[in-house]
Nanobody, 120 residues
């Protein structure tokens, strides 16, 4: 059974940092692509960043230079380092996984989400 378990969310002041983690089990982690999505209240879920099995990364323009995605295959874990956080980054952040050879929008495994709130 595939499980993706996110952690690391919380309340942070503007300009602060958080690191999200997503621990995966039940999948061949080293051959899977991993992604982070977020969903703000009243908005659609949006892709934030992804990393392929080979370590190639892509992040959306709105967070470029502030967020970094990385993975540790030995720990079956993907990370999202978030710096210079803004109130508009407030959302539930979801971990997503799928076969790395498939397009990211087709990846079907999801975590339960972790809340990130950026507020003073």
């Amino acid at each position: 059974q595939v499980q993706l378990v996110e952690s690391g969310g919380g309340l942070v002041q503007p300009g602060g940092s958080l690191r999200l983690s997503c621990a995966a089990s039940g999948i061949g982690f080293s051959i899977y692509g991993m992604a982070w999505y977020r969903q703000a209240p009243g908005k659609q879920r949006e892709l934030v960043a992804f990393i392929t099995s080979g370590g190639r990364t892509n992040v959306v323009d709105s967070i470029k230079g502030r967020f970094t995605i990385s993975r540790d295959n030995a720990k079956n874990t993907v990370y999202l380092q978030m710096n210079s956080l803004k109130p508009e980054d407030t959302a539930v952040y979801y971990c997503n996984a799928g076969p790395s050879i498939a397009p990211v929008h087709t990846w079907t495994f999801w975590g339960q989400g972790t809340q990130v709130t950026v507020s003073s």
